[in-house]
């Protein structure tokens, strides 16, 4: 992976900034307060009432990153964990911006091509759907998962968590070292195209015999990954870099988290302008990690252009 000084703005995206992008289909996305609901409304078999999971129901709706540390990876076999992310993945592909193009996420990239700014930008996001890169996507631009040089129509998007169009090689040989809690693998990641992920998955899925899964991190303290952790390490490794030697990072609707290391230590590390975009007592822990932290507003749509006037 390439890291050159060609970038001169990060962009990090969270569940903030999907659920404040406006215009997407089918509803706005949850916040992970709203995830365990809307998994178990959506996959009852394996998320609601009498599912396996419905043991832990309260502490998933309460606080999911703590109970699946806590409680669904300490008692289960990693192997039952990725058949119950085969449905996460499932529900986050489902998310696609309008066709109009109305959502922020597509007037951001508009806004940045149109001034030739596009390839000064990494974008990076927590978050497991692909809705910014289908924006994309529809405006004619390709995706670099890899976060290597920057390229005409290309913009390069760092998933530091996996995402749900990144799924396993086939892995029918590697199961059985997954038949115990805590266990983990490496393998090779394929990178679905950004449109269309819901279909593709699911007939990927439909079998449960099926040796794919998705990579994706767990959604637990330190989002470890049990397969291709390797992998998520080296995209986690160029969002470092590159936020250690950008001059500008913003940080739109994510919730900060000191156990998650890759994002808090770069925060605390570099020397960049710093902004952010979320609720107030976020910010303030944002400044924890980094006292230059600047505030341009509490909801995505709200401080849009702001944001904009900060890209100029």
């Known amino acids: 992976m390439a890291h050159t000084m060609q970038n001169k703005v990060v962009l990090l995206f969270g569940a903030g900034a999907s659920k404040g992008a406006t215009h997407i289909l089918p509803y ?3 916040l992970g307060i709203e995830v365990y609901d809307r998994l178990a409304e959506c996959f009852p078999k394996e998320w609601g009432p009498g599912s396996q999971l419905s ?9 999911f990153e703590k109970t699946m540390f806590d409680e669904v990876c300490f008692w289960n076999p990693s192997l039952s964990i ?5 449905s996460m993945a499932l529900y986050f592909s489902r998310f696609t911006p309008e066709p109009a193009g109305e959502d922020l996420y597509s007037k951001l990239l508009l806004f940045l091509r149109d001034r030739g700014k596009i390839r000064d930008v990494v974008f990076a996001s927590v978050n497991y759907d692909c809705i910014f890169e289908q924006a994309a996507y529809r405006l004619g631009l390709q995706v670099d998962y890899s976060g290597g040089e920057a390229r005409e129509n290309v913009i390069r998007v760092l998933k530091v968590h996996g995402s749900c169009n ?3 090689e086939n892995i029918e040989r590697l199961r059985p070292y997954l038949k115990s809690s805590n266990s983990a693998i490496e393998c090779k990641i394929d ?5 269309g992920i819901e279909q593709v998955l699911t007939s990927k899925f439909s079998n449960p ?8 991190s767990l959604y ?3 989002k470890n990954s049990i397969v291709a952790g390797g992998k998520i390490q080296e995209i986690r490794n160029a969002w470092y870099q590159y936020v250690l030697n950008t ?3 913003a940080i739109i609707g994510v919730s900060p988290n000191k156990d998650d290391s890759h994002i808090w230590k770069p925060m605390q590390d570099t020397s960049a302008k710093l902004f952010y975009i979320g609720s107030q007592c976020h910010f303030k822990k944002w400044q924890v990690a980094n006292p230059n932290f600047k505030y341009v507003g509490e909801r995505f749509n709200e401080a849009f252009d702001s944001f904009l006037g900060l890209l100029h």
Do not use: C, H, K
């Not at 990178?191 to 449109?195: F, I």
């Not at 015999?209 to 994706?216: F, G, L, T």
């Open 28 to 30: 706005d996305p949850p």
């Open 55 to 63: 043991r832990y129901s309260e502490g998933l709706r309460q606080n």
């Open 82 to 86: 990725l058949e119950w992310q085969r």
């Open 166 to 168: 990144f799924i396993t």
């Open 191 to 195: 990178y679905l195209q950004p449109v």
């Open 209 to 216: 015999y099926a040796p794919y899964y998705p990579v994706m």
């Open 220 to 222: 637990s303290f330190g």
């Open 247 to 249: 001059s500008l990072v």
